[in-house]
């Protein structure tokens, strides 16, 4: 089956994508974010939003609560057509 969201794969990524999906592997533990494969498909929305993800998400001291996060995750997961 077909994605219906364009990503890439940090295995096939190229050039700078495959060093921002490596730096992103070492500061997550290994992993890149859902969310990092879907907007490095196009750098000029890709890096801004990725930055405010990391802002609202990632930071000791985000603005949002976790249970705010964890909303946002919801819907965000749930318009996309995304797997729980």
């Not at 969201?5 to 060093?19: Q, S």
């Amino acid at each position: 089956m077909t994605p219906r969201i364009k990503t890439v794969d940090p295995k096939e990524a190229k050039g700078l994508r495959k060093l921002m999906m490596r730096m992103t592997q070492r500061q997550m533990g290994g992993m890149v974010p859902g969310i990092q494969q879907i907007v490095m498909t196009d750098f000029h929305i890709g890096i801004p939003i990725y930055w405010l993800y990391g802002r609202l998400n990632l930071r000791k001291g985000s603005p949002l609560s976790r249970l705010q996060r964890e909303m946002l995750a919801t819907v965000v997961t749930g318009t996309v057509g995304g797997a729980p």
